[in-house]
């Protein structure tokens, strides 16, 4: 069964840091670009972040650059966003997404839409 | 930035209705636009990708067309299992891959 699993949300005082992981299985990982998205309770979907099959290309929203990190390690299937000075703002549920098929040529990647979701981890930032 | 808005933010409908969303892209995206599902609770389910081509394993009621500005979500026939909230994501990576805010789709 093609699956993600999310993990390591918690709650967290402002300045804080916290590390979401995504295990994922039944599918090649390696061979897909996958995402991280956010939703805040009650609010519309927000996405955070990309990277590439290879990590070549990362992308990060303008909110989040400079204190989230993407990352990945495909030898454990496994997604990784390291969240550093954390801010009431960010408090939302967090779920990594697989591309459906993109790729990327000509230095920048071109994705398809997010056909596989996790269900979410919640982070809570808060004093 | 790219903005989408969707149109309209609530939906009241009923079952057998035919039903339109409306995303309208601050400039033009080509078909870089995929359609997604979510019910409370839940992962968001993608539906459209490339604006109109369906998603495997999504029922035929639903449509997608557009492109440039201008898009929209079709269902033709409103079944039970509809009534959720749909989004509309904009995937050209200018800046970001920006989401529209949403179409609750109730009774």
């Known amino acids: 069964e093609v699956q993600l699993v999310e993990s390591g949300g918690g709650l967290v005082k402002p300045g804080g840091s916290l590390r979401l992981s995504c295990a994922a299985s039944g599918f090649t990982f390696s061979s897909y670009s996958m995402h991280w998205v956010r939703q805040a309770p009650g609010k519309g979907l927000e996405w955070v972040s990309s990277i590439s099959s290879s990590s070549t290309y990362i992308y990060d929203t303008d909110s989040v650059k400079g204190r989230f990190t993407i990352s990945r390690d495909n030898a454990k299937n496994s997604l990784y966003l390291q969240m550093n000075s954390l801010r009431a703002e960010d408090t939302a549920v967090y779920s990594c997404?697989?591309?459906?098929?993109?790729?990327?040529?000509?230095?920048?990647?071109?994705?398809?839409?997010?056909?596989?979701w996790g269900q979410g981890t919640m982070v809570t930032v808060s004093s | 930035d790219i903005q989408l808005t969707q149109s309209p933010s609530f939906l009241s409908a009923s079952v057998g209705d035919r039903v339109t969303i409306t995303c309208r892209a601050s400039?033009?995206?080509?078909?870089?636009l995929a359609w997604y599902q979510q019910k409370p609770g839940t992962a968001p389910k993608l539906l459209i990708y490339a604006a109109s081509t369906l998603q495997s394993g999504v029922p035929s009621r639903f449509s997608g067309s557009g492109s440039g500005t201008e898009f929209t979500l079709t269902i033709s026939s409103l079944q039970p299992e509809d009534f959720a909230t749909y989004y509309c994501q904009q995937l050209t990576l200018y800046p970001s891959l920006t989401f529209g805010g949403g179409t609750k789709v109730e009774i």
């Open positions: 997404a697989r591309d459906k098929g993109g790729y990327c040529s000509g230095g920048r990647c071109f994705f398809d839409g997010f056909d596989i």
């Open positions: 400039q033009g995206i080509y078909n870089y």
